[in-house]
């Protein structure tokens, strides 16, 4: 990457100096302090700490995190990778990567979706990696359809090559405005959000999975070059040749990640092989699928912030005898709007023993008792253990799910474990 002009160096010092003063004192990774500071400086940062650098931006509203970090894990075959892998995915937290690491050609930025526009137009990435669309932090997010529009406005003005999930038709959509793209048949376990078609607004017709199209004006799902065949396991690349993915992350939310990081760690010329080689190093991301052991129990975490990443979630869970602890705030990062909890189906959990917590228990123990699952409220994770443990005394195993904020504090009561 090019020298950058002394502006920009003094303003990247000065956020990094900002970052470790951060971290120091206890206050957080730094990641959002120290991009602000620097843009204090040099509005034009992120633009210049750009140029020269093969980026990826990876963005969705489910599994971005997850995705980056994949993706980071492939590129470092070639050396070290400027990425922001643990989540913070704002341009403050994107200047803070790339400040972090100047000397490194390739970078892997996670966007949060509203950003994307504008990131795309700042960075001038040689790929953008799009998952998947669905409704999240309705409170202070705009509608998912005018989501997509902007995405592919954006898109038909840059040279970007477009990865994307074939199988949502959001992201089809918005994908196909780009000029050069790669398809993936990646999976679309929620479908709730994308039974209209983006184009016209008529009813899709979807008889066979994953295959999808509009009737009245034709749009249809591209043919993909990439696929995911869960029953199997199995990755099928463009040649045809079908590779087992045996990760090391559950669930086929994650076997849809490992697809797209493949498809584009292929575009910086990594073989699929060698790349679900790196791919299965990854045990955990940010937390995310971490296990803890604590009075002998062993507590796995696991993050849903929406609808569709509750049902990825319930997927993943252990059998009927594993209790599962249920957390939901409504923080400024999780959104204030909890009206999505009516749109989860909680059915799947009636036969198994339920704990709910957080800030907006009485919310979601409404909408349990709504669908007929018992459950109990509780305010830690070691008080629901210790209950387990005076009525089973053997109880080896827990399932936590929760939402952003939720997360994080339990996390945190656990060190913050990675």
């Known amino acids: 990457m090019s020298e950058l002009p002394l502006r920009a160096q003094l303003a990247s010092v000065l956020g990094r100096s900002a970052a470790s003063l951060s971290r120091a004192t206890g206050r957080g990774d730094g990641s959002v302090i120290g991009g602000r500071v620097a843009l204090k400086v040099e509005p034009d940062l992120l633009a210049k700490l750009a140029q020269g650098r093969r980026l990826a931006l990876v963005s969705a509203t489910n599994g971005k995190t997850t995705t980056t970090r994949l993706i980071a894990q492939a590129l470092r075959e070639f050396g070290d990778v400027a990425t922001n892998e643990y989540g913070a995915n704002m341009p403050t937290g994107h200047i803070t990567a790339l400040s972090d690491n100047k000397s490194a050609v390739n970078g892997v930025l996670e966007v949060d979706e509203k950003y994307l526009p504008q990131v795309l137009l700042a960075t001038n990435p040689s790929f953008v990696v799009l998952m998947n669309l669905s409704r999240d932090q309705m409170d202070r997010a705009s509608e998912i359809n005018l989501l997509?529009?902007?995405?592919?406005?954006?898109?038909?003005?840059?040279?970007?090559?477009?990865?994307?999930?074939?199988?949502d038709p959001l992201v089809a959509w918005a994908g196909l405005g780009a000029p050069n793209a790669t398809w993936v048949s990646a999976g679309q376990r929620w479908k709730e959000d994308s039974w209209c078609c983006p184009e016209c607004g008529g009813h899709l017709k979807r008889e066979t999975d994953p295959y999808w199209e509009c009737p009245e004006c034709g749009l249809a799902r591209p043919r993909a070059t990439w696929a995911v065949d869960n029953a199997t396991?199995?990755?099928?690349?463009?040649?045809?040749?079908?590779?087992?993915?045996?990760?090391?992350?559950?669930?086929?939310a994650n076997r849809a990640n490992a697809a797209i990081a493949a498809a584009t760690a292929a575009g910086y010329g990594i073989h699929p092989e060698r790349t679900l080689e790196r791919l299965r190093e990854v045990t955990s991301v940010a937390g995310r699928y971490t296990s803890v052991v604590t009075m002998g129990v062993e507590v796995r975490l696991l993050?849903?912030?929406n609808p569709a990443g509750w049902l990825e979630s319930f997927a993943v869970l252990d059998p009927p005898r594993v209790p599962v602890i249920l957390a939901v705030n409504a923080q400024i990062p999780d959104g204030k709007d909890t009206s999505w909890l009516w749109d989860v189906d909680y059915t799947v959990l009636r036969d198994r023993r339920v704990?709910?917590?957080?800030?907006?228990?009485?919310?979601?123990?409404?909408r349990l008792e709504t669908d007929g699952v018992p459950f109990e409220t509780a305010d830690r994770v070691d008080e629901v253990l210790g209950r387990l443990k005076a009525d089973h005394p053997d109880i080896t195993k827990v399932d936590v799910i929760a939402n952003y904020t939720a997360f994080q504090q339990i996390r945190t009561a656990y060190g913050r474990v990675q």
């Open 148 to 167: 997509a529009k902007k995405w592919r406005t954006a898109l038909s003005q840059s040279n970007a090559h477009v990865i994307a999930n074939a199988d």
């Open 233 to 252: 396991d199995t990755l099928v690349a463009p040649d045809g040749q079908q590779l087992k993915l045996r990760m090391n992350l559950p669930g086929d």
């Open 303 to 305: 993050l849903a912030k």
């Open 355 to 366: 704990f709910v917590m957080g800030e907006r228990r009485t919310d979601l123990a409404l």
